[in-house]
């Protein structure tokens, strides 16, 4: 998984998938991929994945990198990381 821990708060690396059926996180190998139900037009895709993920840690989420990309650096304030890596493992679709 690739989370990495700062000062500011846990630094979470995704990959999205849009147009997608249902909400989903799932982990391959090492990389956490997430399937949006919404259309990457005018930041739907980027509100839902926040919205979701607020609702799943709980805290404030903000997207530090990866606006208009597939690839994005989301961070997590003010909860550990190993409460984040708990979480994420709950909600784990694994892809084998």
Request: aromatic share 6%; with cysteine.
């Amino acid at each position: 998984m690739n989370l990495k821990e700062t000062k500011n708060g846990i630094i979470v690396e995704v990959f999205v998938k849009t147009n997608q059926p249902k909400f989903k996180v799932k982990l391959e190998g090492n990389e956490i991929i997430v399937f949006c139900t919404e259309e990457p037009v005018r930041g739907k895709v980027n509100k839902e994945l926040i919205k979701e993920f607020s609702k799943l840690f709980r805290v404030k989420i903000e997207m530090i990198s990866g606006l208009t990309s597939k690839q994005k650096l989301l961070i997590i304030r003010d909860i550990s990381k190993s409460n984040v890596e708990t979480l994420l493992h709950t909600c784990f679709e694994r892809i084998k």
